[in-house]
């Protein structure tokens, strides 16, 4: 009988966490992709591997001659400068902040803005998986009231605030 019990909590629990999956978070559907262009520093991220000890990291985007998005990221790892060049092209509805980008073609990934300041000063991104998670910014610091307001959306949105990095100095 108790394992039953147990069975049920937990049947019970991960449907309930399934309703506020991150992954069901839809992007932002005020998206013009001319004011996403230039320089953003990532604030703070979710561990992954591909930047692994890399700090004072940034991405760069311009418009690609035919078509499509230039995307630039570099970092510093081990004293060293590192950068990696990609590109991205709109992957939903007209004006939906969804990309596609790759920087290993032919395999992309998504870039789903799923917050975006009005004046475009900071942006929170996530892939297909939530595990996947940015906060990049027009300076290399943002007050701590965007901040605040920022982290308290991940946390209402069901993200892992906790174990966010932070490669530019908070603050």
Not at 119 to 135: A, K, N
Not at 140 to 150: H, N, T
Request: hydrophobic share 40%; proline share 8%.
């Amino acid at each position: 009988m108790k394992n039953r019990i147990f069975f049920v909590f937990a049947l019970v629990s991960g449907v309930l966490a399934g309703c506020s999956h991150p992954a069901d978070i839809p992007a932002v559907t005020d998206f013009d992709a001319a004011r996403y262009m230039g320089t953003w520093y990532e604030i703070a991220r979710l561990p992954n591997r591909f930047e692994e000890g890399m700090t004072e990291v940034r991405a760069e985007y311009s418009p690609r001659p035919g078509g499509g998005i230039a995307v630039v990221n570099s970092g510093v790892k081990n004293g060293e400068k590192k950068s990696v060049t990609g590109v991205a092209y709109p992957a939903g509805k007209p004006g939906e902040g969804l990309l596609q980008v790759s920087f290993f073609r032919p395999f992309y990934g998504a870039y789903r803005i799923i917050k975006l300041a009005p004046d475009y000063r900071y942006s929170v991104v996530t892939g297909r998986d939530p595990s996947y998670l940015w906060i990049l910014a027009r300076e290399r610091a943002l007050p701590e009231r965007d901040l605040e307001e920022i982290l308290s959306f991940l946390r209402q949105k069901g993200f892992p605030a906790e174990k966010l990095l932070w490669p530019w100095r908070r603050t």
